[in-house]
């Protein structure tokens, strides 16, 4: 396996659900065939691929159902609802991606792997919830859910507040060694959707399940690094990264190096609900050896590899 011609692609959420677009399973079906240009054009450049994607409009939905359903169906928790979403969204991406090939004459076996991702029990994260999930409530209704669900909340914004739940940083995919040869194979794999089941191991060596999500950026970094792919494409709804962004002197990015980028983001040019875990992740690729790092809108990814569109991060 080539480590120039390996990456790995992380879809952005807008992939599959749009936030101008009815969440029906149609419309997510016709998202999700409208996201794969960019994939297909790697394709035919020959390249071996794992494909990850998000997973936070689902997840959001999966709680609303079970908030609806609550007194005449067993709670699931926040791991099992991550499986059953990567799961559901395997199969769209994996379908829509093999009717595609077909029309297009390519000959890729695609599978989907439902994906642990490792985090530590002791994680810094873990005492500190920030990741909001589920649906807003008022400040008489948090109060009530935090007393007898035992939930975390937080005010979001002025919409109202929200339950909050650890986001620990990945270190490893449990099934990583079975990934990497996969891709060896030619088979485009779609894996850590939505960040990966977060699990821990146990003190007598058990995989336990964690109440948690896991960044998709991160885990798609780690997943990058784990398997020996050289390029990491970030791919979302703009088509650059900017600096001082929504100001008069902002300015978009072409080919910056990891030190400027890092210089970047110690400056708090990315916020860290939009662009800031996109180039952390970033880094994290770079700096264990990674040789590039895309990030650009769906239709650009082979154009943003081969220079011609994105922003382009590489080590100094």
Not at 66 to 86: F, M, N, Y
Request: net charge neutral.
């Amino acid at each position: 396996m080539v480590k120039s011609k390996t990456a790995v692609v992380a879809l952005g959420g807008n992939a599959i659900t749009r936030p101008d677009v009815e969440d029906t399973i149609a419309n997510q079906f016709a998202n999700t065939r409208q996201s794969l240009d960019g994939i297909i054009g790697l394709l035919r450049n020959g390249f071996n691929l794992v494909v990850t994607h998000g997973n936070g409009p689902q997840v959001g939905n999966a709680l609303l159902r079970i908030e609806l359903a609550r007194g005449k169906a067993p709670i699931l928790p926040l791991g099992v609802l991550v499986a059953d979403t990567e799961g559901g969204m395997g199969y769209m991406i994996e379908q829509s991606l093999q009717n595609r090939l077909q029309v297009d004459g390519i000959e890729r076996q695609v599978v989907t792997i439902i994906t642990q991702m490792l985090v530590r029990e002791d994680d810094p994260a873990v005492e500190n919830p920030t990741k909001y999930i589920g649906q807003f409530y008022s400040k008489d209704q948090a109060d009530i859910y935090s007393h007898k669900r035992g939930w975390q909340m937080k005010q979001d914004g002025d919409r109202g507040w929200r339950r909050v739940v650890p986001s620990p940083m990945p270190y490893k995919a449990v099934a990583a060694e079975t990934i990497k040869k996969l891709v060896s194979e030619g088979i485009v794999v779609i894996a850590g959707g939505g960040g990966g089941i977060p699990v821990f191991t146990a003190k007598n060596g058990d995989y336990e399940g964690m109440d948690a999500v896991i960044d998709k950026d991160l885990a798609s970094a780690v997943i990058a690094s784990e398997i020996g792919a050289g390029i990491l494409c970030i791919l979302t709804s703009t088509d650059k990264v900017f600096i001082n962004y929504g100001r008069p002197d902002e300015k978009a990015l072409g080919t910056v190096t990891l030190s400027e980028i890092k210089k970047y983001y110690k400056e708090g040019h990315f916020p860290p609900g939009s662009m800031g875990p996109k180039i952390k992740a970033a880094i994290k690729f770079l700096e264990a050896g990674g040789e590039l790092v895309t990030i650009t809108s769906f239709d650009n990814a082979s154009h943003a590899i081969e220079g011609d569109a994105g922003t382009r991060i590489i080590p100094d």
